[in-house]
């Protein structure tokens, strides 16, 4: 092309600026929109030549689809439990009213156990659920139920929220906590600083540290229930660290002591707490029957999968020292 017929700058193309500012054409929902119908499109070809199914059906099969929350509850409850991790075990929960009511404690205790079992570096959730049930099985905290079970698991920062000793008033978020801390004292996620200051010492010898009914840290520190403003439960201990000192003052012998100490638990139970005396016992009993069951369950498979390791190993190295002998 000579020059004459070659066009000026001014008139040559050029590619329109990317603009970052501008919205972009296609959100993240219309894209998985996209590849939900592709999926669904194409699973139903297959369906087609595997049925042999005329254009009719074929059409008919495309257009069928079922939203996950109009499966029957038993089946939620079934996809429910083959969830590993507590954190997409919370998004699950809470992303409808239908799976929020189907939660049962059973589906977040085994979730705990199993995450990240056959790492034994990483069973963080597992020693989380183990300290909650180590004062469930003492009959010493407000039984929790399966969605505080699950917040519990996945909080990251001080569940006292305002009074908070930890708290930033400039942005208000209660003190941090973090998901590698494994600490749930008295069956509360609470901050290291709000241990320090909501909780007393008693002495090594006092009579209340290996009893069912009382709630200890750190084998001294005791604290008092906590009054949850956000849903109005009463979580923690089930008696004031008060009524432990004052038993200790009122009565000399530990027999008397101990007398005490169960009144109040079962005082406490009967007017603190959701369940009648019989029917907490109940309660704790099928949460650590639960726990035990799941403990057992996920150390056996732990350890059937350590052995398959070990004998596809030892096949490998016997069939290269047979492999070197042979050349020998």
């Given at each position: 092309?000579?020059?004459?017929?070659?066009?000026?700058?001014?008139l040559?193309?050029?590619?329109?600026?990317i603009s970052?500012s501008?919205?972009?054409?296609?959100?993240?929902e219309?894209?998985?929109?996209e590849?939900?119908q592709?999926?669904?499109?194409?699973?139903?070809?297959?369906e087609a030549?595997?049925?042999?199914?005329?254009?009719?059906?074929l059409?008919?099969?495309?257009?069928y689809t079922?939203?996950?929350?109009?499966?029957p509850?038993?089946?939620?409850?079934?996809?429910m439990?083959f969830?590993?991790?507590?954190?997409d075990l919370?998004?699950?929960?809470?992303?409808?009213?239908?799976?929020?009511?189907?939660?049962?404690?059973?589906?977040?205790?085994?979730c705990?156990?199993f995450?990240n079992?056959?790492?034994k570096?990483?069973?963080v959730?597992r020693?989380k659920?183990?300290?909650?049930?180590?004062?469930?099985?003492?009959?010493?905290?407000?039984?929790?139920?399966?969605?505080?079970?699950?917040r519990?698991?996945n909080?990251r920062?001080?569940e006292r929220?305002?009074?908070c000793?930890?708290?930033?008033?400039?942005?208000?978020?209660?003190?941090?906590?973090?998901?590698a801390?494994v600490?749930r004292?008295?069956?509360?996620?609470?901050?290291?600083?709000?241990i320090?200051?909501?909780?007393?010492?008693?002495?090594?010898?006092?009579?209340a540290?290996?009893?069912?009914?009382c709630a200890?840290h750190?084998?001294?520190?005791l604290?008092?229930?906590y009054?949850?403003?956000?849903?109005?439960d009463?979580?923690g201990?089930?008696i004031?660290?008060l009524?432990?000192?004052?038993?200790?003052?009122t009565f000399?012998?530990?027999?008397?002591?101990?007398?005490?100490?169960?009144?109040?638990?079962?005082?406490a139970?009967?007017d603190?707490?959701?369940?009648?005396?019989?029917?907490?016992?109940e309660?704790?009993?099928?949460?650590?029957?639960?726990?035990e069951?799941?403990?057992?369950?996920?150390?056996?498979?732990?350890?059937?999968d350590?052995?398959?390791k070990h004998?596809e190993?030892?096949e490998?190295?016997?069939?290269?020292?047979?492999k070197?002998?042979?050349?020998?």
């Open positions: 092309m000579t020059d004459e017929k070659r066009p000026g700058r001014l040559r193309k050029r590619k329109e600026r970052y501008e919205k972009d054409e296609y959100d993240l219309d894209l998985l929109e590849h939900e592709h999926g669904i499109e194409t699973r139903a070809e297959q030549k595997r049925f042999k199914l005329n254009p009719e059906e059409e008919a099969l495309k257009s079922i939203p996950l929350t109009d499966l509850p038993l089946c939620l409850e079934h996809v439990s969830i590993e991790d507590p954190k919370y998004s699950v929960t809470f992303s409808s009213k239908s799976m929020f009511e189907l939660l049962s404690p059973e589906v977040v205790i085994r705990a156990v995450h079992c056959s790492n570096n990483k069973v959730n020693k659920m183990s300290q909650i049930m180590h004062h469930v099985a003492n009959r010493a905290i407000h039984i929790p139920s399966a969605h505080r079970l699950l519990l698991v909080a920062r001080c929220g305002s009074d000793w930890n708290r930033n008033l400039n942005s208000g978020l209660s003190g941090w906590i973090g998901s801390n600490n004292p008295f069956g509360m996620a609470i901050c290291d600083k709000c320090k200051q909501t909780t007393i010492k008693v002495d090594y010898s006092n009579f540290r290996h009893e069912k009914g200890t750190s084998g001294n520190l604290s008092d229930p009054h949850d403003k956000v849903t109005g009463t979580v201990p089930l004031h660290a009524s432990i000192f004052q038993i200790d003052n000399s012998s530990r027999e008397d002591k101990k007398v005490a100490l169960e009144g109040m638990v079962q005082k139970m009967s603190k707490s959701d369940f009648c005396p019989i029917r907490y016992d309660k704790c009993a099928a949460y650590q029957e639960i726990f069951e799941a403990e057992k369950e996920c150390d056996d498979a732990v350890k059937a350590q052995e398959r004998e190993y030892t490998r190295r016997e069939a290269k020292i047979l070197r002998m042979t050349k020998i």
